[in-house]
Nanobody, 114 residues
Framework: QVQLVESGGGLVQAGGSLRLSCAASIRFFSTYTMGWYRQAPGKQRELVAHITTGGSSTYAESVKGRFTISRDNAKNTNYLQMSSLKPEDTAVYYC????????WGQGTQVTVSS
């Protein structure tokens, strides 16, 4: 059964950092582009970063220069290092393939206080 388990969220002050992790029980994980998505209250879920099988990464303009996505294929895990956090980064963060092909996990809440 495919499962995505996100962790690492929390409450942080503006300017702070967090590192999110996503453990993915996806067969042939290394063959998928993986993404981090977020959903703020009252807003649609949006893709904030993704990383290809070859390790190339792409970021939404709103997080470029502050977030770094990475992956460890040996551990079927991908990460999102978030720095210089802003209150507008407050959201539930999810990982999934890109495009999103598997059931969503529970996500991890990130709250940035001003």
């Amino acid at each position: 059964q495919v499962q995505l388990v996100e962790s690492g969220g929390g409450l942080v002050q503006a300017g702070g950092s967090l590192r999110l992790s996503c453990a993915a029980s996806i067969r042939f994980f290394s063959t998928y582009t993986m993404g981090w998505y977020r959903q703020a209250p009252g807003k649609q879920r949006e893709l904030v970063a993704h990383i290809t099988t070859g390790g190339s990464s792409t970021y939404a303009e709103s997080v470029k220069g502050r977030f770094t996505i990475s992956r460890d294929n040996a551990k079927n895990t991908n990460y999102l290092q978030m720095s210089s956090l802003k209150p507008e980064d407050t959201a539930v963060y999810y990982c999934n393939t890109k495009p999103a092909l598997v059931s969503w996990g529970q996500g991890t809440q990130v709250t940035v206080s001003s």
